[in-house]
């Protein structure tokens, strides 16, 4: 097996980016780079997926995918509140909060890309990291959605930390947003 292939396979990321492989293959050169890239694709030891987004195989994991294509980005809205169990409707779209709004459709699958302002893009506070991926905590997920959509339906709020909530919605600098946490916070006490 050749190093190029060692290298690759020694890295724990699935999905890797131009530049993730740049990094793995210690190439700097950009001609290079792109050659060795269309090589290994050409040869099945990479899968493209879209443009300067490859994965090792095609047993990858699609929330890996999502936060490869724009950076930064973090699994957040509807997918990380359904998997808090805070909302009990499916989506077959990975949504994430990311540098820009738009959806796409790669390798079969739909991913729903929400714009978030810098500052709380690279906030880490409530965001956990799951190996390959970012996702937002049920209190980052909660706070996410309520900051674009103020008046957003949960169909379960059991659970949530409010105090965790009144803490980090102080980060976004937005006070609409920590008054309408009141709002949904005396709605749930009833």
Known sequence: ??????????????????????LVWDERNKDNLKSKISYYVKRGALVRLTRGVFAKDNDYDPK????????????????????AGFIFQYYDSIFVASPRSRKEEIDGRSFIFRKLKDSLLYNPSGINNQG????AGPERAFLDMIYLYPDYYFDNLNGLSWETCRK??????????????ERYYKNYAK
């Open 1 to 22: 097996m050749d190093d190029a292939i060692t290298k690759l396979y020694k890295s724990s990321k699935q999905v890797l980016t131009t530049n993730d492989l740049a």
């Open 64 to 83: 890996e995918l999502a936060t490869s294509i724009y950076t930064p980005s973090y699994i957040s809205f509807e997918t990380a509140l359904r998997e």
């Open 132 to 135: 390959g991926y970012s996702i």
């Open 168 to 181: 980090i919605a102080k980060e976004y600098n937005n006070k609409a947003l920590v008054n309408r946490v």
